[in-house]
């Protein structure tokens, strides 16, 4: 498709686009453009984007009518950009815009929270909770998970039930996280309009003057920001280890047979494993994880293996938060999982009999992913339930 559309045909594309619902099936290279793009810092530090001098267009059908400047700059150890889908290209603008979002807390049905409320830096980006509190002070089941890298994730949440981050972003906005359920088309169009926001939408997104905001361009913004968050250059990339950190990682490498799923540069596979952890399977009430999914039995009580990067902050542990320090889940992890009655965990996870000199071994050698950026925080992000940065 060409880019250069006339002013009448940007109204059209955009209604079309609103019909098809983002598709997501198509992810593309980011691609690299003349335009000059101003590069933005949405952290301190990890995944800067650079304009880049090459001429190239990037994927065109986003109802977007700017060229878009977008390359990645990775950090040592992330070998691979972050999947990008042809419906939502980057560009500096849109990261900014999707920064902007991310922080704001009227995107939560009470001005509770901001997505960063349970993504926080001095939380590893997490929460600190055992299991979340969304807005409205609603209990939620699980653990938040790190914010980092996941744009290298294909499937998002412990279950993998969001195929891409787009469709997350949906998910926490209408879900408990930020609870807007029912309303959430008349916040987007609200948001909008706002006069901080309203000429950004229409530039990013080509959108009408009259047009709406709609969920669909603040999750597409949203993720946009979210592929940026690239978690590298820790001391494990540039192997400036300790020697306990260097023991640690031939036990991970080797006897812990930890790669086996932790594995690539994010430290996941990327697929479901049953580990029993946080699993009382008699218990009819427990969370099914991937099984209510896939509804393959075999994957009954199975979660996504998650990033390790970053793990050294971010307890308490688990999808369920039910461990609370970081050796008690490497010993768990590390002595074959919690087999029970009726429950049989991944034949990938054995007891590898490591002594406990060598699990705290393997948890200098977690300390070596620490991610040394930070999200750059936009206004008060104190939240109720979650424990401040101290002092
Ligand atoms: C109330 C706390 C809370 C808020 C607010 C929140 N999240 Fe999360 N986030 C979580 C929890 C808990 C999970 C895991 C849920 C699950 O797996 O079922 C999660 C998972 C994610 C994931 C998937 C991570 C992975 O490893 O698969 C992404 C991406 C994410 N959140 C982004 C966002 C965005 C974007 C917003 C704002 C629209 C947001 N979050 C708001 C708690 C929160
Ligand atoms: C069979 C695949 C597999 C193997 C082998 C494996 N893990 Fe895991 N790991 C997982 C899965 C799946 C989870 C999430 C389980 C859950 O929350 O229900 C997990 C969770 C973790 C967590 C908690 C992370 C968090 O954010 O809550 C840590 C820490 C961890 N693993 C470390 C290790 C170490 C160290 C080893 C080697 C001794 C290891 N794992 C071996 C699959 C595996």
Known sequence: MKRTLSVGLVGLLSVALACDGGSDSKPSKPAKSSAKGKAPSPTKGEGKPEADSKAAQAPADAGETKAVAWTWTLPGGITKAPEVPADNPMSAEKVALGHALFMDKRLSADGSRSCYSCHQNHLGNADGRKTAMGAKEKALTRNSPTIWNVGLHKELYWDGRAPSLEKQAIGALG?????????????????????????????????????????????????????????????????????????????????????????????????????????????????????????????????????????????????????????????????????????????????????????????????????????????????????????
Request: with cysteine.
């Open 175 to 391: 879900g408990g996280n930020m609870g807007l359920g029912d309303t959430l088309a008349a916040k987007a169009a609200e948001i909008g309009a706002l006069p901080e926001y309203k000429a950004k939408f229409t530039a990013v997104f080509g959108l009408a003057a009259d047009a709406k905001v709609e969920p669909d361009h603040i999750a597409k913004a949203l993720s946009a920001y979210e592929r940026t968050l690239l978690c590298g250059d820790t001391a494990y990339d540039k192997q400036e280890l300790t020697d306990a950190q260097k023991r640690g990682q031939a036990l991970f490498m080797g006897k812990g047979g930890c790669m086996t799923c932790h594995n690539g540069d994010n430290f996941s596979d990327g697929i479901y494993h049953v580990t029993g952890i946080g699993i009382d399977a008699s218990d009819e009430g427990a969370d099914p994880g991937r099984f209510k999914v896939s509804q393959d039995e075999k994957q009954k009580f199975a979660f996504k293996t998650p990033t390790l990067r970053n793990v050294s902050k971010t307890g308490p542990y688990f999808h369920d938060g039910s461990v609370a320090s970081l050796e008690e889940a490497v010993t768990l992890m590390s002595g074959g999982g919690k087999p029970q009655d009726g429950l049989t965990v991944d034949p990938l996870l054995l007891d590898r009999k490591l002594s406990e000199a060598e699990v705290e071994d393997v948890v200098a050698f977690l300390g070596s992913l620490e991610c040394p950026g930070a999200l750059e925080e936009i206004g008060d992000q104190t939240a109720n339930g979650i424990a401040p940065p101290k002092g």
